[in-house]
């Protein structure tokens, strides 16, 4: 297991009003969709058919230690990254996950205080990828917190990231890891299962 802990170029979001969003059996979602013809740094269209393209996890998180741990030292977030030693080989529109990350790292520089660690851990989990992020916030994690009760200026942000994980088969919902509780964790197919889901449901 490697371990990185650096960054920069965060820059603050500004964000559309989209409603509150709720917490359903775990997984995030919005109460309501964006409207027709919304956009904003928080809005990421993709076309729903376009290239995917096989990724390791690890590249995007690598990335954002790089780019936005300088910045998030600055405001005084710590970023304590912990990543595998074998790759995470997903299936994936290129540029999507980088977003994926920028979203959920905009939302943490929102609801995160100074003086905190933002734990982010890799792994593979069966045939997933998990991504587990736990700030160390005295009482429950402000973060997924955060994203279950997302108000006017995170809203964006999360709906942004649920239509990027529903795009490559993923979730995002709170729930338990090596980190700790009430972890925001993100879990991916593997390369190879999301088509073999599509394969056996054609059956």
Known sequence: MSASTSASGLTAPSLLALGAAWLTGKAFGLRHPAPTGASGPGVHRQAPHA?????????????????HGPMLARLGIHLDLFLPDDPLTVTAI???LSQLVAHILDVAVGALRQDT?????????????????????????????????????????????????ARHGARIYAAPSPLGDACLTVRFPLHGQREARASAAIL
Request: charged share 20%; proline share 4%; with cysteine.
């Open 117 to 165: 660690t933002l734990h982010v851990l890799a792994r593979a989990e069966g045939q997933h990828a998990v991504i587990n992020w736990r700030d160390a916030s005295v009482g429950a994690p402000r973060l997924s917190h955060a994203f279950a009760t997302a108000d006017s200026t995170t809203a964006a942000r999360v709906l942004a990231c649920q239509t990027i994980a």
């Open 94 to 96: 290129p540029g999507d």
């Open 51 to 67: 290239a995917r393209e096989r990724m390791d996890l690890r590249q995007p998180l690598r990335a954002m230690s790089q780019a």
